[in-house]
């Protein structure tokens, strides 16, 4: 049984990092790619950051040079360290395994995590 938990969310001030944790079930790191997506209260869910079995990253441009994704195969995990924060980032951040196409774009799989809450505030 596949199963994604993610943690590692909190309450942080803006300018301040967080590093989230995603932990997978079974041996899905060697076939799936993985990344992280985030869903704001009132907002579609947005693709955030993605990562091939072959450690190929893609970023939202939202998040470029403040975000960073990697992949512990060993471990079977997959983290987000969140750097520079900003109030906008705040939402529930979900782990999710699926595909990178030869064009590099992601297709999500149905395997999701329960998601981790990310609150950036003064």
């Known amino acids: 049984q596949v199963r994604l938990v993610e943690s590692g969310g909190g309450l942080v001030q803006p300018g301040g990092s967080l590093r989230l944790s995603c932990a997978a079930s079974?041996?899905?790191?060697?076939?799936?790619?993985m990344a992280w997506y985030r869903q704001a209260p009132g907002k579609q869910r947005e693709l955030v950051a993605t990562i091939t079995s072959g450690g190929n990253t893609n970023y939202a441009d939202s998040v470029k040079g403040r975000f960073t994704i990697n992949r512990d195969k060993d471990k079977n995990t997959v983290h987000l360290q969140m750097n520079s924060l900003k109030p906008e980032d705040t939402a529930v951040y979900y782990c999710?395994?699926?595909?990178?196409?030869?064009?590099?774009?992601?297709?999500?799989?149905?395997?999701w995590g329960q998601g981790t809450q990310v609150t950036v505030s003064s």
């Open positions: 999710n395994a699926g595909e990178t196409l030869i064009t590099a774009d992601y297709r999500p799989l149905n395997y």
């Open positions: 079974g041996s899905i790191f060697s076939i799936y790619s």
